[in-house]
Protein backbone atom coordinates (compact mmCIF):
# COMPACT_ATOMS: atom_id res chain seq x y z
CA UNK A 1 0.00 0.00 0.00
CA UNK A 2 1.24 3.38 -0.77
CA UNK A 3 2.53 5.74 2.28
CA UNK A 4 -0.82 7.87 3.54
CA UNK A 5 0.31 11.33 3.25
CA UNK A 6 0.14 13.48 6.16
CA UNK A 7 -2.16 16.53 6.64
CA UNK A 8 -1.44 19.77 5.43
CA UNK A 9 -1.05 21.36 8.50
CA UNK A 10 -0.70 25.00 7.26
CA UNK A 11 -3.11 24.74 5.05
CA UNK A 12 -5.37 23.78 7.43
CA UNK A 13 -4.48 26.53 9.77
CA UNK A 14 -4.79 29.05 6.71
CA UNK A 15 -8.38 27.45 6.24
CA UNK A 16 -9.17 28.15 9.61
CA UNK A 17 -7.65 31.43 9.23
CA UNK A 18 -10.19 32.63 6.50
CA UNK A 19 -13.00 30.92 8.06
CA UNK A 20 -12.45 33.32 11.27
CA UNK A 21 -11.96 36.11 9.59
CA UNK A 22 -15.26 35.55 7.39
CA UNK A 23 -16.75 34.73 10.44
CA UNK A 24 -15.49 38.04 12.31
CA UNK A 25 -17.11 40.45 9.34
CA UNK A 26 -20.02 38.66 8.35
CA UNK A 27 -21.15 39.10 12.54
CA UNK A 28 -19.91 42.35 13.18
CA UNK A 29 -22.06 43.27 10.10
CA UNK A 30 -25.30 41.55 11.20
CA UNK A 31 -25.47 41.79 14.61
CA UNK A 32 -22.48 45.35 15.75
CA UNK A 33 -19.49 44.84 16.84
CA UNK A 34 -20.22 45.03 20.63
CA UNK A 35 -22.31 42.13 20.56
CA UNK A 36 -20.37 40.26 18.25
CA UNK A 37 -17.78 37.68 20.67
CA UNK A 38 -15.27 35.27 20.52
CA UNK A 39 -17.43 32.99 21.38
CA UNK A 40 -19.15 33.48 18.37
CA UNK A 41 -16.67 34.19 15.67
CA UNK A 42 -15.48 30.62 16.80
CA UNK A 43 -19.09 28.96 16.46
CA UNK A 44 -19.33 30.86 12.89
CA UNK A 45 -15.71 29.57 11.44
CA UNK A 46 -16.36 26.44 13.18
CA UNK A 47 -13.15 26.39 15.58
CA UNK A 48 -12.21 26.47 19.22
CA UNK A 49 -12.47 29.64 20.82
CA UNK A 50 -8.85 28.66 22.33
CA UNK A 51 -7.96 28.55 18.74
CA UNK A 52 -9.00 31.88 18.01
CA UNK A 53 -6.99 33.11 21.10
CA UNK A 54 -3.79 31.74 20.20
CA UNK A 55 -3.13 33.56 16.91
CA UNK A 56 -5.35 37.04 18.80
CA UNK A 57 -5.23 38.84 21.56
CA UNK A 58 -9.27 40.47 21.23
CA UNK A 59 -11.76 40.67 19.08
CA UNK A 60 -10.49 43.93 17.75
CA UNK A 61 -7.59 42.24 16.88
CA UNK A 62 -9.61 39.57 15.10
CA UNK A 63 -11.21 42.26 12.79
CA UNK A 64 -8.13 44.16 12.18
CA UNK A 65 -6.57 41.78 10.89
CA UNK A 66 -9.66 40.09 8.74
CA UNK A 67 -10.42 43.67 7.32
CA UNK A 68 -6.79 43.80 6.47
CA UNK A 69 -6.92 40.22 4.93
CA UNK A 70 -10.05 41.39 2.94
CA UNK A 71 -8.12 43.98 1.40
CA UNK A 72 -5.65 42.31 0.68
CA UNK A 73 -7.94 39.64 -1.08
CA UNK A 74 -9.49 42.79 -3.30
CA UNK A 75 -6.20 43.85 -4.24
CA UNK A 76 -5.22 40.85 -5.54
CA UNK A 77 -8.42 40.00 -7.64
CA UNK A 78 -7.81 43.52 -9.09
CA UNK A 79 -4.63 42.90 -10.03
CA UNK A 80 -1.85 44.31 -7.57
CA UNK A 81 -1.08 41.64 -5.58
CA UNK A 82 1.50 40.68 -3.18
CA UNK A 83 4.96 42.56 -5.02
CA UNK A 84 3.34 45.21 -6.57
CA UNK A 85 4.91 47.69 -4.01
CA UNK A 86 2.01 49.92 -3.61
CA UNK A 87 -1.00 49.32 -1.63
CA UNK A 88 -4.93 50.67 -2.88
CA UNK A 89 -5.81 53.90 -1.97
CA UNK A 90 -9.21 54.30 -0.06
CA UNK A 91 -11.32 54.07 -2.94
CA UNK A 92 -9.84 51.06 -4.36
CA UNK A 93 -9.63 49.17 -0.52
CA UNK A 94 -11.75 47.06 -0.48
CA UNK A 95 -14.35 48.36 -2.57
CA UNK A 96 -13.03 47.91 -6.15
CA UNK A 97 -12.04 49.94 -8.55
CA UNK A 98 -8.61 49.55 -10.81
CA UNK A 99 -5.62 50.00 -8.30
CA UNK A 100 -3.66 52.98 -7.62
CA UNK A 101 -4.50 57.31 -7.90
CA UNK A 102 -5.88 58.06 -10.86
CA UNK A 103 -3.73 60.80 -12.87
CA UNK A 104 -5.35 62.10 -16.02
CA UNK A 105 -3.73 65.18 -15.79
CA UNK A 106 -7.62 66.70 -14.05
CA UNK A 107 -6.69 67.10 -10.69
CA UNK A 108 -10.21 67.80 -9.98
CA UNK A 109 -11.58 64.74 -11.85
CA UNK A 110 -9.15 62.32 -10.69
CA UNK A 111 -10.32 63.43 -6.95
CA UNK A 112 -13.87 63.51 -7.48
CA UNK A 113 -13.24 59.86 -8.67
CA UNK A 114 -11.46 58.68 -5.75
CA UNK A 115 -14.08 60.21 -3.37
CA UNK A 116 -16.99 59.34 -4.68
CA UNK A 117 -15.60 55.89 -4.50
CA UNK A 118 -14.80 56.24 -0.65
CA UNK A 119 -18.36 57.31 -0.24
CA UNK A 120 -19.68 54.15 -1.92
CA UNK A 121 -17.74 52.01 0.23
CA UNK A 122 -17.79 53.91 3.40
CA UNK A 123 -21.86 53.55 2.76
CA UNK A 124 -21.64 49.79 1.92
CA UNK A 125 -22.97 47.77 5.15
CA UNK A 126 -21.00 45.14 5.53
CA UNK A 127 -17.54 47.64 5.13
CA UNK A 128 -19.19 50.33 6.88
CA UNK A 129 -19.74 48.06 10.31
CA UNK A 130 -16.05 46.90 10.10
CA UNK A 131 -14.98 50.59 9.67
CA UNK A 132 -16.79 52.08 12.14
CA UNK A 133 -16.22 49.43 15.11
CA UNK A 134 -11.63 49.80 14.11
CA UNK A 135 -12.40 53.61 14.40
CA UNK A 136 -14.12 53.44 17.34
CA UNK A 137 -11.45 51.16 18.80
CA UNK A 138 -8.57 52.46 17.95
CA UNK A 139 -9.77 55.45 19.91
CA UNK A 140 -9.54 54.04 23.17
CA UNK A 141 -6.63 51.22 22.17
CA UNK A 142 -3.81 53.25 21.42
CA UNK A 143 -1.68 50.54 20.28
CA UNK A 144 -4.99 48.97 17.85
CA UNK A 145 -5.60 52.74 16.61
CA UNK A 146 -1.18 53.03 15.50
CA UNK A 147 -1.97 49.87 14.03
CA UNK A 148 -4.91 51.09 11.77
CA UNK A 149 -3.27 53.97 10.84
CA UNK A 150 0.10 52.50 10.01
CA UNK A 151 -1.39 49.62 8.20
CA UNK A 152 -4.98 50.81 7.24
CA UNK A 153 -4.60 54.63 6.66
CA UNK A 154 -1.48 56.03 5.49
CA UNK A 155 -0.35 53.65 2.74
CA UNK A 156 -4.01 55.62 1.12
CA UNK A 157 -3.19 58.81 2.56
CA UNK A 158 0.12 58.58 0.81
CA UNK A 159 -1.19 58.45 -2.56
CA UNK A 160 -2.97 61.35 -1.97
CA UNK A 161 0.22 63.24 -1.54
CA UNK A 162 1.86 61.74 -4.82
CA UNK A 163 -0.83 62.99 -6.45
CA UNK A 164 -0.52 66.59 -5.64
CA UNK A 165 2.94 66.80 -5.53
CA UNK A 166 2.42 65.46 -9.23
CA UNK A 167 0.11 68.65 -9.79
CA UNK A 168 2.48 71.22 -8.25
CA UNK A 169 4.90 69.88 -10.40
CA UNK A 170 2.53 70.13 -13.41
CA UNK A 171 1.51 74.11 -11.69
CA UNK A 172 -2.45 72.91 -10.74
CA UNK A 173 -1.72 73.50 -7.35
CA UNK A 174 0.51 76.08 -5.54
CA UNK A 175 4.10 75.42 -4.72
CA UNK A 176 3.68 76.50 -1.12
CA UNK A 177 0.83 74.29 -0.52
CA UNK A 178 1.81 71.61 1.76
CA UNK A 179 0.35 68.35 0.28
CA UNK A 180 -0.52 66.44 4.00
CA UNK A 181 -3.05 69.39 4.56
CA UNK A 182 -4.14 69.64 1.34
CA UNK A 183 -4.91 65.79 1.73
CA UNK A 184 -7.21 66.67 5.10
CA UNK A 185 -8.95 69.16 3.32
CA UNK A 186 -10.35 66.48 1.20
CA UNK A 187 -10.32 63.28 3.00
CA UNK A 188 -11.52 65.03 6.40
CA UNK A 189 -14.74 66.63 5.19
CA UNK A 190 -16.02 63.03 4.70
CA UNK A 191 -15.27 61.09 7.23
CA UNK A 192 -16.54 64.24 9.62
CA UNK A 193 -19.77 63.55 7.89
CA UNK A 194 -19.54 60.06 8.08
CA UNK A 195 -18.95 59.19 11.59
CA UNK A 196 -21.19 61.48 13.35
CA UNK A 197 -23.76 61.42 10.67
CA UNK A 198 -24.41 65.03 10.62
CA UNK A 199 -25.84 64.58 6.98
CA UNK A 200 -26.12 61.91 3.90
CA UNK A 201 -22.83 61.24 2.52
CA UNK A 202 -23.51 61.40 -1.50
CA UNK A 203 -21.52 62.02 -4.75
CA UNK A 204 -22.58 65.20 -4.90
CA UNK A 205 -21.08 66.11 -1.56
CA UNK A 206 -17.72 64.60 -2.82
CA UNK A 207 -18.08 66.73 -5.81
CA UNK A 208 -18.56 70.09 -3.71
CA UNK A 209 -15.39 68.88 -1.29
CA UNK A 210 -13.12 68.71 -4.61
CA UNK A 211 -14.71 72.09 -6.14
CA UNK A 212 -14.54 74.05 -2.14
CA UNK A 213 -11.08 72.33 -1.93
CA UNK A 214 -9.31 72.58 -5.13
CA UNK A 215 -10.62 76.65 -5.61
CA UNK A 216 -8.14 77.03 -2.43
CA UNK A 217 -5.21 74.86 -4.02
CA UNK A 218 -4.97 76.58 -6.99
CA UNK A 219 -2.15 79.04 -7.85
CA UNK A 220 -3.26 82.79 -7.25
CA UNK A 221 -3.24 84.89 -10.45
Known sequence: ?????????????DRSRRAIHDAALALVAEVGYRRTTIEGIAARAGVGKQTIYRWWPSKAAVLMDAFLDLAGRTAEEAGAGPGDGEEP???????????????TGDLAADLKAVLRATVDELNDPVLEAVTRALTAEGIVDAKLGDEFVRKLLDPQLALYVTRLRAAQEAGHVRADVEPRVALELLVGPLMHRWLLRTLP????????????AVGGLAPRP
Open 1 to 13: MPPTKAPDSSRRS
Open 89 to 103: PVADRPGGGAPGFPD
Open 201 to 212: LTHAYADAVVDH
